[in-house]
């Protein structure tokens, strides 16, 4: 499968009182044609940020510092906005977590799928109605003729996030990018969503970039894994290697506090601790001072990515044999 996004070195600073501060740091992945990416991790480990970079969506105190976003092999860094506007529901389509902060209140369902086909395709009027309730029945809704003329609030949350999809996925996007697009709804109704999703990305021959801290999600759905921890990617690989034989401490955490793992035990384990904020990251492995299996090392030097088994990148001095000696 050929590359569908690529992002090198992506940084992304924000303005903080004291200087700038690094949110996302040297991030590189790729997604292909036609895959599920998952890219993982805590609240704060930067994943959000990270999407919103891709679409040049980051507030106005925020912004990217280095790095390269290639989509279909042309850098959206050097895009200005007005280039952006095209890219961004046409090419590249974003959900969140929440459909009720993202739809607006006061227009009817189809008067806000209608406006992205309006902004994108040369349609109008009926044209335009029909798409709508096509795409409504698409997505799944019942009674798309009536839910056209609804507005948001009459919705459930799963409905919601059904309108959000049929939004994003309006113009035929190559490449969705959905963040948290589950967690806001009843476990019942994710799976339904999750559902959904994978069906679309199949039929409209998508690609998604799929964030979520949620590893049985990340089971389901993705065929490759980004796992990120403050700012950084910290380790890389297929989904099955991933789950089976994870490298990262951090990420070991991770799939030993999910609560499947732990089935038998009588309580969750859990990471000790918390994500740093970007001004207190240490001199060394940012993972460091939660880590079982830290060393002197790892509160000194910065641990690179590097290469194991030729199929995992993971940041781990563990995995550094030169400069530890033993594994
Ligand atoms: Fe733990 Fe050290 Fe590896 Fe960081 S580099 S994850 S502290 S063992």
Redesign the pocket.
């Known amino acids: 499968m050929s590359n569908l996004l690529e992002v090198t070195g992506l940084t992304t600073q924000f303005e903080g009182k004291k200087g700038p501060l690094t949110v996302v740091d040297q991030v590189d992945f790729t997604v292909k044609k036609g895959e599920i990416l998952g890219l993982v991790g805590e609240s704060g480990c930067g994943k959000s940020v990270t999407s919103l970079s891709i679409l040049q969506l980051l507030d106005k105190n925020g912004k990217i510092s280095s790095g390269n976003v290639f989509y279909k092999n042309i850098d959206l860094v050097q895009k200005s906005e007005k280039e952006m506007k095209k890219i961004r529901g046409k090419e590249i389509s974003m959900i969140f977590q929440d459909p009720m902060t993202s739809l607006n209140p006061v227009l009817t369902i189809g008067k806000q799928i209608g406006e992205v086909i309006e902004k994108h395709e040369k349609i109008k009027g009926k044209e335009v109605k029909k798409k709508v309730i096509e795409l409504l029945k698409l997505v799944g809704i019942p009674r798309a003729e009536d839910i056209y003329d609804e507005y948001p609030h009459r919705l459930s949350g799963g409905m919601k996030q059904r309108v959000m999809i049929a939004m994003a996925i309006a113009c035929h996007p190559a490449m969705l990018i959905a963040d948290e697009p589950t967690t806001a709804l009843d476990v019942t109704i994710q799976a339904q969503i999750l559902d959904l999703l994978r069906s679309l990305k199949d039929d409209l021959d998508m690609s998604i970039l799929l964030i979520t801290h949620d590893l049985g999600v990340v089971a389901e759905m993705c065929d490759r894994v980004v796992v990120m921890y403050a700012g950084q990617v910290v380790e890389a690989t297929d989904t099955r290697t991933l789950l089976r034989n994870p490298r ?3 990420t070991v955490g991770l799939i030993q506090s999910t609560p499947h793992q732990s089935k038998g035990e009588k309580r969750l384990k859990s990471i000790v601790g918390q994500v740093p904020a970007p001004d207190q990251y240490s001199k060394g ?1 940012r ?2 001072n939660r ?1 079982p ?3 002197s ?2 509160e000194t030097a910065v ?1 690179p990515l590097l290469e194991v088994d030729g199929q995992t990148s993971c ?4 995995y550094e044999e030169k400069e530890v000696g033993v594994l």
Request: net charge positive.
């Open positions: 990262h401490p951090y492995c993972f460091a880590c299996k830290a060393m090392i790892c641990p940041r781990c001095w563990l």
